[in-house]
């Protein structure tokens, strides 16, 4: 078997939750190209009926509008990735990826300003005050028009708490992919963020994140793919998709010594908070 092969479909989920942070607009090498109704089919067939698309540069993010806009089910995030804008910064080109960003994000498909935020890992020194200045900008837009404020943190928590404190933090914020430990969550639950968690969880190498993860209250907790990547165990390096989050929860389960499903209807509710309301 090919380990670009789709994994099976798990068992369906007892209640129906949100993938809140997918990305269907990106395949990976050898993989077929998901359909987002199809897409969307198979995972409403497993307990996963609806979809945050998230788009993290321009042409992303006018696919994101375009296909919340066209399949029920499916709403939007737009932002530009914290590694995108260094690069549009060298071209000169990131006032003109903004002003698009900005107009994408009035619409009413529209949930979320993100996902936004700061990469230590892939992007070096050189690179970080645009990261940072366009960080800022989406955290000031996702203020002004209201919007859930979705959040990238790669080995930069007390940069992307630092920043988000500095400028005022939106009503609604979803840590993306969660990747921190015990004391981080606290840290960013006291500030009233939602935490967001993917297939991660059920690596090996994973315990704090579970330790993180046993600890979130039930109205601040969400689940995500992150597809097609973050494949949950055993299918780690085959491509993600929604219709895996039901491996993902009941991992989650597993973990919070909780009913799964009790779980699963309070993350469906935390998601309609998280993302301004149920569509």
Not at 126 to 138: D, I, L, P, T, V
Not at 153 to 169: K, N
């Amino acid at each position: 078997m090919s380990q670009t092969d789709r994994p099976p479909a798990p068992e369906p989920l007892p209640h129906p939750v949100v993938d809140n942070h997918c990305h269907l607009d990106i395949t990976l090498d050898g993989t077929e190209e998901w359909d987002p109704e199809r897409a969307l089919a198979a995972a409403a067939a497993v307990g996963v009926p609806r979809i945050v698309q998230i788009g993290c540069d321009r042409e992303g993010a006018h696919w994101a509008v375009r296909t919340a806009t066209a399949v029920d089910g499916i709403v939007a995030g737009v932002a530009l990735h914290p590694n995108e804008a260094p690069q549009l910064a060298d071209r000169g080109q990131l006032a003109d990826a903004w002003a698009d960003i900005e107009r994408l994000a009035t619409h009413d498909r529209v949930r979320a300003v993100g996902e936004t935020g700061l990469d230590h890992y892939r992007t070096g020194a050189e690179g970080r005050a645009a990261q940072e200045e366009s960080f800022r900008w989406h955290i000031r837009l996702a203020s002004t028009l209201g919007k859930t404020l979705v959040i990238h943190d790669r080995e930069a928590h007390d940069d992307v708490l630092r920043v988000v404190d500095d400028e005022g933090s939106p009503d609604r914020v979803v840590m993306h992919c969660f990747s921190g430990d015990a004391d981080f969550a606290r840290a960013c639950l006291d500030r009233g963020y939602f935490l967001s968690f993917s297939g991660t969880v059920t690596f090996k190498n994973a315990a704090s994140l579970r330790e993180a993860l046993a600890l979130v209250p039930r109205d601040r907790l969400l689940v995500e793919t992150d597809a097609p990547f973050l494949t949950p165990m055993p299918h780690r390096g085959r491509p993600n998709a929604s219709y895996l989050i039901p491996t993902t929860v009941r991992a989650m389960a597993e973990v919070r010594g909780e009913d799964l499903e009790g779980l699963c209807a309070a993350i469906d509710a935390a998601t309609d908070v998280a993302f301004g309301g149920r569509w």
